[in-house]
């Protein structure tokens, strides 16, 4: 199984933009960074997904993380929202989006393989 990540997060005029970087950097690992006016993006494969699977384990959320996925799957693709201010104490936070008070990490990922992608991220 293969899969791509991008995790994205504006950056408000307030916010430190080093700070912004390390809440996406505590939850994934990258491959590459961009930064633009207003915004870090970063892009990854399987390997950034690794910190993130292990916290949904230990955090004991994969039943919340399964849902969240499956609700977010569109053809290969899976879409989900991360509190950028809990990712800052190396924290994953599913959010709505729209709902967190500094805004959020929008992940997408884009895999050849939904289903076998949120059993390994979710297996018990």
Known sequence: MKCKITARARVNPTEDRDKVINAISNIFKFD????GEGYVSVT?????LLDLRESL????I??????????G??????SFSL???AALVSTPNFVDKGMSIL???????KTD????????????
């Open 32 to 35: 590459e960074l961009e930064i």
């Open 44 to 48: 990854g494969e399987n390997e950034s």
């Open 57 to 60: 384990k230990i955090r004991k």
């Open 62 to 71: 994969r039943d919340t993380a399964e849902r969240i996925f499956i609700n």
């Open 73 to 78: 799957t569109d053809g290969n693709k899976i």
């Open 83 to 85: 509190s950028k201010q």
């Open 103 to 109: 805004g959020e990490i929008d992940v997408t990922i």
């Open 113 to 124: 393989d939904v289903e076998g992608f949120i059993k390994w991220m979710t297996a018990k």
